[in-house]
């Protein structure tokens, strides 16, 4: 008989097969669905940081079911992400989320080459966003070049894979000195995380922290804690450096202390009480991390804490009617701007419950590596 999250994860497989034909016929890659509809990215076109969420996804479902409907619908994604090295402005240190889950997926589980030279493009690119100083540059506005941010610990497997590929230690070493600047620079002592910190682009001198996508300057955006809590999890297998691990358990203990109750995640652990904001992506993300970290320290409460996670999503946030495309509701791309879609679904919100799903079930397929 199949647990709750073995259930969870072959209804999902079903509900997105029959949801690839709606998008595949539009022509796009899903960013999130209302109205019974997928909706393409709301900026930058093919070219914005998470499309390469929805090949994800199918690669989840192909690693479980092996249906090659999945593979084909990927790789029908992939096609349109690799077009975007050739528009390349649009392209920014979130290439990371967007090939090494495509492209890179891809040659993980079929051996692709092609699907391998498009990866190491990507991490060149990446590479490249290395500023010597002490940081990778997030964003390309001129204003920008002294810009890191939390996410971006997320991005740094493309290099620490890059170099187990090529035998070349350049992009390990990127990625460690960005890993260290955050852990000096990004860490507070409550074991919270700051969004966006700004470095002289000369000297990598720290100037400013900027208010990122929470609620204001200082306080805590939960998918930065997210970001943070996975993404040095996931520098610490490729690292194996204990001060990474330590990170990602002080930034898993301040995300433990503020699940909500009913196991949902607010979209600013530090947000007024006034109106209600969930967002969880943060939830689903975080669930990940803590599957990871229960894994490496055998401490069951990180297990115990992502179970509360999934079942707060399953039990109050899936929509599993055939009216809705995707599937997790209450996903809130950022406090302030609702441009990118508030209490909506969003397709990188299913992708971290599907990834959180079969984690629980032994079915990852550990496309972050
Ligand atoms: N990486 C950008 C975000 O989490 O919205």
Redesign the pocket.
Known sequence: MQNRYEEALHRAADKFRTAIAPAAQAGIIPYKSEKGQWIGSPYDGNGW?TGGFWPALMWQFYALEKDEAFLREARRVEALLTGEFRVFEHLNH?VGFMYLLSCGADHKLTGDGQARIDTLHAASLLLGRFNPAGYIRAWNHPSQAGFAII?CMMNLSLLFWASRQTDDPRFAHAARIHADTTLREFLRPDGSASHIIEFDPETGARVREHPG?GYALGTQWS?GQA?GLYGFTLAYLNANDSRYLDAAERIARNFMAHIRPDGLTDCDFCQPDTEERIDNIAGAIAACGLMELSKITQNAKYQAAAERLVDGLLEHCCDWSESRMGLLTHCT??YHDDGAGRHTNITYGDYFLVEALAKLCGADPMLWR
Do not use: C
């Open positions: 940081w979130d996410d996508q998918r970001w791309a950022s």
